[in-house]
């Protein structure tokens, strides 16, 4: 059985790859024609530093002027498109948007923007064959002052194994927190769970609980349908550490969860 939720509280999803080698032929001034492709539903561009620094790329494609990242944008900004020499990308930003569910829309459409890539890659940039070597899903959830959670004070509310160190010092300001824990169910799969606090940035003030969860893998120069398994793989992980770590009582009273056959 797989459970899914009605409520969540993810507020940003990331599906990642990177390739190995990198498409060297792919330089700037083809952007625009991938953009061609694909400006309906992204009417947006800009540029971004790429993941890793300048400085890596410079290395390994040997340019003066290193190719940036570049995000191509949805009208509503829930969804963004990032690409670079080296990686593709599609994150779902929530905004004032319901989240549409991972297996039944957001991978089909990193599916359909990737192959769109893919023919783009082949016919215009003269690259055959594009080589995943690391996948990427992340999952950022975020609670912000609510019914069951105040502040850090109720984390264990929300986290039931998680504790904040008594070091016997008064504080006239809440407790920080940042703490990052590292599962490796495979050896192809690597979960990285994180939960901090903070304020809301758009809401100065306001506190927030981020529980954030990344799926990595390393699998070494595969084609598409190969990440297309880690990613399912990878999916089932990360809803089974959720589910684990935080309170069933709250998933129950508030995220309301369903469960469905494998």
Same mark, same amino acid.
């Given at each position: ?17 990177? &390739?190995?080698? @990198?498409? +060297?032929?792919?330089?700037? #001034? ?9 400006? =309906? *539903? %992204? ?21 003066? &002027?290193?190719? @940036?990242? +570049?995000?191509?944008?949805? #009208? ?9 020499? =080296? *990686? %593709? ?174």
């Amino acid at each position: 059985m797989k459970v899914r939720f009605h409520n969540p509280p993810i507020n940003e999803l990331v599906i990642a790859t990177y &390739f190995d080698p @990198p498409l +060297f032929t792919l330089r700037s #001034e083809h952007i625009g024609l991938f953009w061609s492709k694909i400006r =309906n *539903a %992204f009417p947006t561009v800009e540029q971004q530093a790429p993941v890793g620094g300048a400085e890596a790329f410079d290395a390994i494609t040997g340019e003066f &002027f290193p190719m @940036p990242r +570049f995000w191509f944008s949805a #009208e509503d900004n829930v969804n963004l498109i990032q690409l670079q020499k =080296n *990686a %593709f990308m599609l994150n779902w930003r929530r905004r004032d948007a319901q989240y549409p569910h991972f297996a039944e829309n957001l991978k089909p459409a990193f599916d359909k923007y990737f192959r769109i890539f893919e023919d783009f890659a082949r016919e215009d940039v003269g690259v055959e064959d594009i080589k995943i070597d690391l996948c990427e899903l992340t999952y950022i959830n975020t609670i912000e002052a609510c019914e069951y959670w105040q502040g850090p004070q109720d984390t264990a509310k929300v986290v039931p194994s998680f504790a904040i160190p008594e070091t016997g010092t008064e504080s006239s300001a809440p407790s920080a927190f940042n703490c990052t824990y590292v599962y490796v169910p495979s050896k192809d799969l690597q979960l990285r769970v994180s939960i901090r606090n903070g304020e809301v940035t758009t809401k100065p003030g306001t506190p927030v609980l981020v529980l954030e969860i990344k799926a990595s893998g390393r699998l070494g120069q595969v084609g598409k349908s190969i990440a297309d398994e880690w990613f399912e793989r990878a999916h089932d992980a990360i809803i089974a550490s959720f589910v684990g770590m935080t309170s069933e009582d709250i998933q129950q009273a508030h995220w309301k969860p369903v469960t469905e056959d494998a």
